[in-house]
């Protein structure tokens, strides 16, 4: 899978102050990658406004995931939530096992791989 030519861009986030800094892909992937492993995620990519670098600071955050096969709704729910409070942002998940190749083709390009097991 070739990178998205954005991928080192600093990526928006909102800090509870209400200062707007940033963050890079590489500390998503900090902040991501614990949370992925408590609840036995399999991938997670980024897209979206925020892997594409056109966001501002009110953009959600856009995720591809590959949840285990045993995760029910309360697990899904659970990891959804952990992620909205460690990214103070709106989280929204597509979820790979579903996705259309319409779909893919249009993420395809813009997709930034954030954690994967």
Same mark, same amino acid.
């Given at each position: 899978?070739?990178?998205?030519?954005?991928?080192?861009?600093?990526?928006?986030? !909102?800090?509870?102050?209400?200062?707007?800094?940033?963050?890079?892909?590489?500390?998503?992937?900090?902040?991501?990658?614990?949370?992925?492993?408590?609840?036995? @995620?399999?991938?997670?990519?980024?897209?979206? !406004?925020?892997?594409?670098?056109?966001?501002?600071?009110?953009?959600?955050?856009? $995720?591809?995931?590959?949840?285990?096969?045993?995760?029910?709704?309360?697990?899904?729910?659970? $990891?959804?939530?952990?992620? @909205?409070?460690?990214?103070?942002?709106? *989280?929204? $998940?597509?979820?790979?096992?579903?996705?259309?190749?319409?779909?893919? !083709? @249009?993420?395809?390009?813009?997709? *930034?791989? *954030?954690?994967?097991?």
């Amino acid at each position: 899978m070739s990178v998205h030519p954005s991928i080192n861009r600093r990526v928006q986030m !909102s800090k509870k102050d209400g200062n707007s800094s940033n963050i890079t892909l590489d500390e998503l992937k900090d902040i991501v990658r614990p949370i992925a492993i408590r609840y036995n @995620i399999k991938r997670i990519f980024l897209f979206g !406004s925020r892997a594409r670098g056109d966001n501002d600071e009110d953009s959600d955050y856009d $995720f591809i995931i590959l949840c285990p096969d045993d995760m029910g709704l309360i697990g899904l729910t659970n $990891f959804r939530n952990e992620l @909205i409070k460690a990214l103070d942002k709106p *989280v929204d $998940f597509a979820y790979e096992d579903y996705l259309t190749s319409g779909f893919n !083709s @249009i993420v395809g390009q813009d997709k *930034v791989l *954030v954690y994967e097991s």
